[in-house]
Each structure stands twice: as C-alpha cells, then as structure tokens.
C-alpha cells in the first residue's frame, strides 16, 4: 500500500508557538499502523510536547530499534534528524550520537520487545551511564510485526490470541530503570495524554536520562476462534487469488481518572488493566521508596502511572567523562592536535 505525503501547505490561521512553528510543522508522515494503535496517541503526545516547548524540529534527534514502535518516530518531527538502528541496538547509536554532538535534543523511541528482549542489555547500560535523553518505551507486550508472540514484559498468566497462557515472570523496565540509576522515571498510558504530555515536556527538561514506561495498548491481536471477523475464519472461508491479511479498524482506548485513583481499563481482547494515578503528595525524590511503591501496588494488580522518580541533582554522561562544553563533532585538526609544546605539559603532569 501507498501512502501519499501530508502536504506542505497549512492554513494561515493555525496558531504558532514562540519560536514561529504550528503544531502541523511537528508532525511526520501519514502513519500506517493499525487504525486506534496507542502508538500513535503517542506520537501526538510527543508533537503536542514539542510545540508547547517551543523546540525547533531540526535540533531534535530521534533514534529507534525494530518494531512497530521504532516506525512511529517518522510519523512525528518530519525535519529533525533521524535513525532507525537495528533490533535492540538503539541505546549505543544514541550514545555514539549524544557524545559527538551534545547540542541536539536525543529522543529514543523503542517497544517492549526491542528494549526488554534483545536489546535488554544496551538499555541497562545506557540507564546506568546516565545518558543526557528522553527514553520512552512504547508497552503493548506482544510482538505486533510477527503475529502477537508474548514479549519480555507481558504479565504472567495472561493469555495471547490463541488462547496460549503466558508462563514467565515480567521483565519490569520501569525498576530496572529506578535500579540502574536512571535520574527521570515516569509510568503512563497513551490514552491519557493530559498525563503523557507533561511527562514527555518534564523529560525533555530534565538533563540527564529520563525513561518513560508507556503502557500501548495492541489493537490487533484480540482475536478469539469464535469470531468470524479473524484471521483464520476470513482464511478458511475464502477463495482469493492471494493471502491478504485485513486488520480490522478499532476504537483508541482512553483513559480519565483524577490523581490517587483506580481505573479499570478493558482492552480490546476483553483483558482488564488496572491503573492507579499517583496521589498528588506522592514524594518523587526518594528512588528506593519508589521502587518499593511500586513492587507493592504491582502485587495487587495494579499498573502505577505518574512520575515515580526525579533526582533535581542531575548529572550525565559528559559530565562523568569531562567533555569540553563544545560539540566534539565541531572540534577541529587544532583543538585535537594541539602540537608537541601542549603534548609535552600533559606528559610531564603525569610524572
């Protein structure tokens, strides 16, 4: 299938930020996900917190893996400077990027499967090392571009497509994140974007490693054998000159509940997703209470939502290595061979 590019033109009466930009000079291409995928509210989240803040486009770079989460970053900033990485090897492209040129705005965007499963290693270590980025993990614990298989974070007992029950314990990112040092840790959903957007502007603010944990709810995957609108019914029951998989529209799912409340959200395979709001007293700065906060509310059920973690006191990877303030990228045959007079000073200090 073809999809045509937004045109260029807008509206001479849409509104513009401070620095001259309307909200449509944010957005990307024409997205092809499956019609109410969470991924895209997402993407609006990210456009709706870039234009608030007032970022040029072209200061931003986003970087993604393999999934149906790393294609989203090219439905949202259409003129920043991109990369789409191999599966799971995004977190040491962005750290490559960040160290040659720390003037940019670095945006991860990966999924479960790419960040919990095989790439499960470089997000440890780019959390660890303190990485100056917004990190946001697009959570829908299957593996939408082959077919729903469980990934890392799907919960224990819950049930695939096909009726498969879910045997392994959860790989849970959001601790792993408090655990490793991570300085910005936040939970949310993609329906409720009056909570995802002032996370995404508060980690682009922040300074040093912010993850986003964002549970994305799979609009595909909640077919039953009963249904005559599946897969293997359609297949079963039809002559076609070829195989044509035909994925079915469905409803975003969204979410309202005020801070300290629980919320029942059914999805679309008739699972129920309990979601609590932090109360508005909740204390951000402590990461051990954190981590046991949400341990304990995970052990009722519950999926814990809001800002779990800030340390004002941030520091990142420049500052740990004592980079120069400029870009390295930027350094010229001078700067890095300063001549013999300067090598000998530096020899004779180590004496």
Request: net charge neutral; aromatic share 6%.
């Amino acid at each position: 299938m073809t999809y045509l590019p937004k045109p260029r033109l807008h509206h001479p009466t849409l509104p513009k930020n401070a620095v001259g930009y309307t909200r449509r000079d944010y957005e990307g291409k024409v997205s092809t996900l499956c019609a109410g995928c969470g991924h895209d509210s997402i993407s609006g989240a990210i456009i709706e917190a870039c234009w608030e803040m007032n970022i040029e486009p072209h200061r931003v770079a986003k970087l993604s893996g393999i999934g149906c989460s790393s294609k989203t970053p090219d439905y949202f900033l259409g003129d920043a400077h991109g990369f789409n990485s191999v599966h799971g090897r995004m977190p040491s492209v962005l750290t490559g990027a960040n160290l040659a040129n720390r003037d940019l705005l670095y945006l991860g965007v990966s999924g479960d499967g790419d960040s919990a499963s095989i790439g499960l290693g470089q997000f440890a270590h780019i959390m660890r090392r303190g990485v100056n980025m917004v990190y946001i993990v697009e959570n829908n614990g299957v593996y939408g571009l082959t077919k729903g298989q469980f990934s890392a974070t799907a919960d224990k007992g819950s049930k695939s497509k096909k009726g498969v029950v879910n045997s392994d314990s959860p790989v849970d990112l959001v601790g792993i994140a408090l655990q490793l040092g991570a300085t910005f840790v936040a939970r949310s959903f993609s329906g409720d974007k009056e909570q995802l957007v002032p996370l995404i502007k508060g980690a682009m603010a922040h300074g040093g490693a912010a993850f986003i944990d964002v549970i994305s709810p799979c609009v595909t995957f909640n077919n039953h054998g009963g249904s005559t609108k599946s897969y293997d019914y359609v297949r079963q029951h039809n002559e076609a000159v070829c195989r044509i998989d035909f994925i079915a529209p469905g409803t975003e799912i969204t979410a309202r509940y005020g801070a300290g409340e629980v919320l029942a959200v059914r999805q679309h395979d008739g699972s129920v997703l309990n979601l609590r709001k932090l109360r508005d007293d909740y204390d951000p700065s402590d990461r051990y209470r954190a981590m046991t906060y949400v341990e304990t509310h995970a052990a009722r059920g519950e999926v814990i939502t809001g800002l779990l973690y800030l340390d004002p006191l941030v520091t990142d990877l420049h500052a740990a290595l004592n980079t120069c303030a400029e870009p390295l990228n930027a350094l010229g045959v001078k700067d890095l061979c300063p001549g013999a007079t300067a090598l000998q000073r530096i020899n004779a200090s180590l004496r």
